[in-house]
């Protein structure tokens, strides 16, 4: 079945360096690639999304790469600040048929620490 | 607006009870899904619906079941409680306009305690 899988699960950077989370799909129908930042105790939010007709977008210190070619694409997070802690999830949507269109298959996670 | 609301926001059961989760959302999406989060397994679509009176089932249907009358509302329910089902419950929607996937908006969970 589809899998995306997800790499580092756990990640420590210093305040002000660049993180970067990386994960792999399988399905290559995929084609809408959302990462999302999970706070504790909160539900998941969407903090960037890339669709397959698009290389890279960038919003503001977050910017994400999708390479279709190698079915892999990467979150990267420029001048970290501590409340970019938390936990990041990526995900992958699966072709499907009829109502399953779109379904996203989720990576683990990779739990990001910022130290001051 | 509310986005995904959920309740509870935790609930403990013993083993054999049964419990409805609510999940409401009032951005008039088509679509809702249910997923559980368990430590390292990342999230699992339980079921999901593309409107009301249609659902479906995703990758860890057992042990639940769900309906769809309202576009609103999206209930899930546990028949009969079981330890293997404790876990961190998300519910998620979004717009299902046949345009391709769409982002999908999170509640808060529900924290589910099975003894």
């Known amino acids: 079945g589809e899998n995306v899988e997800q790499h580092p699960s756990t990640l420590s950077v210093q305040e002000g360096d660049s993180a970067v989370i990386k994960c792999t799909y399988s399905d290559s129908a995929s084609n809408y690639f959302p990462w999302y930042k999970q706070e504790l105790g909160k539900g998941p939010q969407l903090i960037i999304d890339i669709r397959s007709n698009v290389g890279e977008k960038k919003d503001q210190r977050i910017a994400v790469t999708l390479n279709k070619t190698a079915k892999h694409f990467s979150l990267h997070i420029t001048e970290t600040q501590p409340e970019d802690s938390a936990v990041y999830f990526c995900a992958a949507s699966i072709k499907g048929y009829g109502g399953s269109q779109g379904n996203l298959i989720f990576g683990k996670g990779t739990k990001l620490s910022v130290k001051p | 607006n509310a986005g995904v609301t959920q309740t509870p926001k935790f609930q403990v059961l013993k083993t054999g009870q049964s419990m409805t989760l609510q999940c409401a959302q009032d951005m008039n999406h088509e679509y809702m899904s249910w997923y559980r989060q368990d430590p390292g397994m990342g999230l699992r679509l339980i079921h999901y619906s593309v409107g009301a009176g249609i659902t479906d089932q995703g990758e860890v249907p057992n042990g639940y079941n769900v309906s769809r009358s309202t576009t609103e509302d999206f209930p899930l329910r546990l028949l009969s409680a079981a330890p293997s089902q404790t876990s961190v419950y998300f519910c998620?929607?979004?717009?299902?306009?046949?345009?391709?996937?769409?982002?999908?908006?999170f509640g808060d969970g529900t924290r589910l305690s099975i003894l």
């Open positions: 998620a929607s979004r717009r299902s306009d046949g345009l391709g996937a769409q982002p999908q908006h």
